[in-house]
Structures are given as structure tokens and as C-alpha cells.
């Protein structure tokens, strides 16, 4: 690719800060990966712990919330801003391979969750949901 | 039907009468008045005496029948021997009875509770099955992430750089065999949701006519590709109560199949309903190899194959039909097949235009006692 073809997309795409919290290493690896080759800034968190806390330092535009982690795992995230009443000043995608019902992942979003990614995924289809959603 | 009292009574009443009536006709042609009045004395005593007698033999058999009666009918409502009413009686044949009685029911308590533990331990495995299956399901999951996300990063050669024709391949070779994984993944664990009845079905307006052209044109491109006629068939418009995207996961399937069987080129698939009072009649047919009565049998089980080299090469799961035939099931409706061999091949599925109030853990229950 040359360079004026790359110029191009950046002013096409804007960048964005994604904040994901996951504790599996090769998961953020790959979309960290990924995401920067796409010229978006990423910051990761091992645990829901570590997560809860940069959510409270930085803003991010968008945030990609593995559910099933040991200890703190995403619900207590979730719950946690819930009760500060902040979830909603959030941009959070439910990013999981947990078996979870449609019910399940409906009051999420009802609870004030962006949206909802079930693993594994196609990377274009991810790329598109996290501008989507930054955007609203 | 005659109580016992009342018949005892009868009895009773008649010989007190023949015996109180034989008295008088002796105080009246006795000759010695004295000896008379001594035999109507005497006669009203045996008559008195016969039906106090009667009211009491008839109360000692009947009012601890009349309790046993009892306990028996509240047992059989509530299968526990009530301490309450309990049964005292000098007659020997009661006796017996009540302590058979009592014997029988402590059995029966104990059998029913045994049958009850059995089921809660029933219950216990099918809910650790669901837990395992969702555990082991999340646990494959989780490493296709990075494979998925790392070959497509790979196809995508604008990222990690251009690939030569070998790899090229070789990287799309994993990126089809990653996809076949997932869905894989995805029915097994719809499997066992349905076997466990615990597959929950939506429940939605659905515009049959929309569902089956959009279904023609998810499967527009395949057919070009594979140069096969996929087309719809039916001339009424309906609207049914269902669950729009299981319905479609079933015709899926069937569709999926059906290109699978025909030949290119003189392949047809087509697609349609008829409609009836109650139910609506879905099918799928194509002009492929078609299906022998053997193979009709057995077609709706689990990992079975027609013909297992030819169809492992096209990819199947052998869960597929597995799956319809749980989806119909559970929505209320069947499925079927009909076949002349290397004429054309036509499945059938039949579902109620409105859902039948069946909630999941009674169909769970319902598997249990066929269990």
C-alpha cells in the first residue's frame, strides 16, 4: 500500500481511544493488533479491576467489555458504574463467548450497555460496530 | 349399594318385630295370663336387647370402616398416611385391613420418594449438563478469537502485508475451516439445549411471504455461484406467530442440504408453503440423488450420514437435521421427509400458525418421565 493510500484513510476514519478489558492476553493482543493497524489508539486491561479504573482516569470513545473474567469479572463493572450512576456516560460494547440469552444480553443494553459482540467475530464486522458506536 | 348399618337395622328391626309380635300373639291365646305377661316381658327384652345389640355391633364395624374409607381417599390425594384419624377397633377383620393399609401406604410414601429424589437428580445432571456444555462451548470459543481475528488480518493483505498464490490459499483454507469450527461449536451446543428442552423459542409476528424471499435471496448468490435454480414457490401471503429466526435456521439447513445433493447446472431448489386452518406447511425440495427408505429412518439422528465419505467432504456436521427436527418439535410442529430415489427429495415442516403454550421445564419434565 502506498503511502498516499494510507493518508487517505486516516482522513476518511477518525481515530479513536478504545479502552478493552479482557483477560485473555492473545484476545487484546489480536485487537490491539489490529486496531492499530486501523490507526486507533487501544489501551488494555487485564482484569475488570484494572479496567474499572482507567474507565475512572481517561475518557475513552469507545469500550470493549469481556464479561466472563476471573474474580472482577465485566457484570461487577458494569454494576460498579451502575451504582455511581455513570455506566451510562459510557460507550461500552458487551464483547463475550459466554452462553448468554437474548434476555440476558436485551437487559444489558437496557441497563445502559452500548451494544453487544459475541466471540468469535469477524474483524470487519467488530471495526464497524466500535466506530458505530462511538459515534452515536 | 346397601351400608351395612341400615342393612343390620333391617335385619334387626324385622326379627325384634317377629319376636315382639310372636309375645303378643302368646299373651293373647296364652290360657295362664301370669305366664303370658311373663312371655311378652321376656319378648320385649329380646327385642330391646336384639336392636341395642344391632346399633352397637353395627356402629364397632361401621365407624372405623368409615375412617379407613376416609384416611384411604385422603391418602390418595395427599400419598402421606394422616396420624390423625387413627383407627382403633376390636374387630379382627378391620384390624387387618387398617394394618394392610398402613403397610401399603408407609410402601407407597417410600416408593414416591424415591421417584421424587430420582427426578431432582435428574434434574441436577441435565443442569450440569447445560453448565458443562456452556463452559466448554465459552472455553472453544475464546481461542477462535485471535485465529479468526489474525486470518482475516492475514486475507486482508493491506495490514500485515501481501501473500504469495501458496499462502494465499493456505490462509483461506484456515479462515474456511475456523468458520466450519465455530458453527460446529455453535451445534452442539443447540444440541443439547434441545435435548434439554432448554432452547427458548421467540415469539413474533412474522410475514410468511418476506421470510421465504428473503431466504431466496441469501442463498441468490450460492446458487449463481454453484449454478443451481433456487426458487420460491407458493401464492398466498400469511401471517404467522413463531420465531422468525429458528424457522429460518431450520430452512437453512434444509436449503443447505438440498444444494449440497443436486448437480450443478440441472440443480433446482425450491422453496415454499401451503397454508391450512391451524397450521402452515413449509417445504423444501430439490431434483438431487434423492433418498432411500433406509436412509429415511434415520436421516433425524444425531451425527448420522447419508453417506459419510461423500458428505464429510461437503462439510456436515451430521447435526443439521438434529437440529430442525428439535427447532419444529419445539415450536409445536413436525418434520418429514419424501423421496424417489434419483427423482427429487422433499422435506416437510408443519408448525401451528400460533404457538402452543408449552413452557420450557414442562417439556423437561415431560423428558424426564419418558427417561
Same mark, same amino acid.
Given at each position: ?136 | ?74 391418602? #390418595? ?6 396420624? $390423625? ?21 408407609? $410402601?407407597?410414601? $417410600? ?132 420465531? +422468525? ?71 456436515? #456436521? ?44 414442562? +417439556? ?8
Amino acid at each position: 500500500m502506498t503511502d498516499t493510500n494510507k493518508s487517505n484513510q486516516k482522513e476518511e476514519m477518525k481515530s479513536l481511544k478504545i479502552l478493552i478489558i479482557d483477560d485473555n492476553e492473545q484476545i487484546t493482543k489480536m485487537l490491539t493488533t489490529f486496531l492499530e493497524l486501523k490507526d486507533h489508539k487501544c489501551t488494555v486491561a487485564n482484569d475488570g479491576k484494572e479496567g474499572l479504573d482507567v474507565i475512572k482516569e481517561n475518557r475513552h470513545d469507545v469500550i470493549l467489555l469481556d464479561l466472563a473474567m476471573p474474580e472482577f469479572d465485566g457484570y461487577s463493572v458494569i454494576k460498579d458504574l451502575e451504582e455511581n450512576n455513570t455506566l451510562k456516560d459510557h460507550k461500552i460494547i458487551v464483547f463475550t463467548a459466554s452462553t448468554i440469552t437474548q434476555e440476558e444480553l436485551d437487559d444489558l443494553v437496557k441497563r445502559g450497555v452500548m451494544s453487544y459482540i459475541l466471540k468469535p467475530v469477524d474483524i470487519d464486522l467488530l471495526h464497524s460496530k466500535l466506530i458505530d458506536t462511538a459515534s452515536l | 349399594m346397601l351400608p351395612i348399618k341400615q342393612t343390620l337395622f333391617i335385619v334387626s328391626g324385622v326379627s325384634s318385630f317377629i319376636i315382639f309380635y310372636m309375645g303378643i300373639v302368646n299373651f293373647l291365646t296364652s290360657v295362664d295370663e301370669s305366664t303370658g305377661m311373663i312371655l311378652l316381658i321376656f319378648s320385649v327384652f329380646v327385642a330391646t336387647g336384639t336392636l341395642l345389640g344391632t346399633v352397637h355391633i353395627s356402629t364397632s364395624i361401621t365407624k372405623p370402616i368409615q375412617k379407613l374409607a376416609k384416611n384411604m381417599s385422603e391418602f #390418595s390425594k395427599t400419598n402421606k398416611i394422616s396420624n $390423625k384419624n387413627t383407627i382403633k377397633t376390636n374387630v379382627k377383620e378391620i384390624f387387618d385391613l387398617n394394618k394392610n393399609f398402613e403397610v401399603m401406604g408407609e $410402601k407407597v410414601e $417410600k416408593t414416591i420418594k424415591v421417584q421424587k429424589e430420582y427426578v431432582q437428580k435428574l434434574k441436577d445432571m441435565d443442569r450440569k449438563k447445560v453448565e458443562f456444555s456452556s463452559m466448554v462451548s465459552h472455553e472453544l470459543k475464546t481461542p477462535l478469537v485471535p485465529i479468526l481475528g489474525y486470518v482475516q488480518m492475514l486475507q486482508k493483505e493491506e495490514l500485515l502485508g501481501k501473500l504469495n498464490e501458496g499462502q494465499k490459499d493456505a490462509v483461506d483454507e484456515i479462515y474456511a475451516s475456523t468458520i466450519k469450527l465455530e458453527k460446529l461449536i455453535g451445534d452442539i451446543l443447540t444440541t443439547q439445549k434441545l435435548d434439554l428442552g432448554k432452547l427458548v423459542f421467540d415469539e413474533e409476528n412474522i410475514d410468511v411471504s418476506e421470510l421465504l424471499h428473503g431466504l431466496i435471496k441469501e442463498f441468490e448468490l450460492i446458487g449463481i455461484e454453484k449454478k443451481i435454480e433456487i426458487t420460491a414457490n407458493f401464492n398466498e401471503d400469511i401471517q404467522i406467530f413463531s420465531d +422468525r429466526d429458528r424457522i429460518n435456521q431450520v430452512f437453512s439447513n434444509l436449503i443447505k442440504n438440498a444444494i449440497d445433493y443436486v448437480s450443478p447446472n440441472t440443480g433446482c431448489v425450491t422453496i415454499g408453503m401451503k397454508n391450512d386452518s391451524n397450521h402452515v406447511e413449509f417445504f423444501v425440495e430439490d431434483n438431487g440423488l434423492g433418498i432411500s427408505d433406509e436412509n429415511k429412518k434415520e436421516l433425524f439422528k444425531k451425527f448420522y450420514q447419508v453417506d459419510t465419505s461423500s458428505k464429510r467432504k461437503k462439510g456436515g #456436521s451430521g447435526l443439521g437435521l438434529a437440529i430442525c427436527k428439535g427447532i419444529v418439535e419445539g415450536l409445536g410442529g413436525k418434520i418429514w421427509v419424501e423421496s424417489e430415489e434419483n427423482v427429487k427429495t422433499t422435506f416437510f415442516f408443519k408448525i401451528p400458525k400460533k404457538p402452543l403454550k408449552i413452557k420450557t421445564s414442562d +417439556r423437561l419434565d415431560k423428558k424426564i418421565q419418558n427417561k
